[in-house]
């Protein structure tokens, strides 16, 4: 069984910034492609970053000035690289596959943007 493991967050004054960490271990399949999820509350879990086998990478629109994602070239970590953060970057990120075959929720590391 895969593994994700976040962790890097915590609370940070408007315009800081954080880089989130994921560790990828168990049972990994190689060939998916990567991403970091969101989840505010009441709202649902969304896809905001990925980066593929290849290494290509995709951000959010309305957040790709801002965050960018990377890995280790070993694909056992992922980073998100979080800048100018803002109060609604606040919430729970998450690591995963990217929207095919998700493996197993890990606790997710909590972001927190306030003064």
């Known amino acids: 069984q895969v593994h994700f493991v976040e962790s890097g967050g915590g609370l940070v004054p408007p315009g800081g910034t954080l880089r989130l960490s994921c560790q990828i271990s168990?049972?990994?399949?190689?060939?998916?492609?990567m991403g970091w999820y969101r989840q505010v509350p009441g709202e649902v879990r969304e896809l905001i970053a990925t980066?593929?086998?290849?290494?290509?990478?995709t951000v959010t629109s309305s957040l790709k000035d801002r965050f960018a994602i990377d890995s280790a070239n070993d694909r056992t970590a992922m980073y998100l690289q979080m800048n100018n953060l803002k109060p609604e970057d606040s919430g729970v990120y998450f690591c995963?596959?990217?929207?095919?075959?998700?493996?197993?929720w890990g606790q997710g590391t909590q972001v927190f943007v306030s003064s």
């Open positions: 980066i593929g086998r290849d290494g290509k990478k």
């Open positions: 995963n596959y990217a929207n095919i075959d998700i493996g197993p």
């Open positions: 168990g049972d990994v399949d190689s060939t998916k492609h």
